[in-house]
């Protein structure tokens, strides 16, 4: 029974370690995106101040403006 009681143990503590992974992950996934939404929004910005001309092959940003 002692066995049962360690091995229940360890499937819980290793329970809430993936836990505790996917919730930094989660965190990362939210920081990256927030960072790709100022990144466009710089671009956005350098774009309108410098008066270029969008590429509309390069793709659309993330805010759906043109390159």
């Not at 309108?48 to 403006?65: C, F, I, L, N, R």
Request: proline share 6%; aromatic share 2%.
């Amino acid at each position: 029974m002692n066995e049962q009681n360690e091995l229940s143990e360890a499937l819980t503590a290793s329970a809430a370690a993936q836990m505790a992974q996917v919730e930094a992950m989660m965190a990362l996934a939210q920081a990256l995106a927030e960072n790709a939404e100022a990144t466009n929004r710089l671009m956005d910005y350098v774009c309108q101040s410098e008066d270029v001309t969008p590429d509309p092959q390069a793709g659309p940003y993330m805010s759906g403006k043109p390159r």
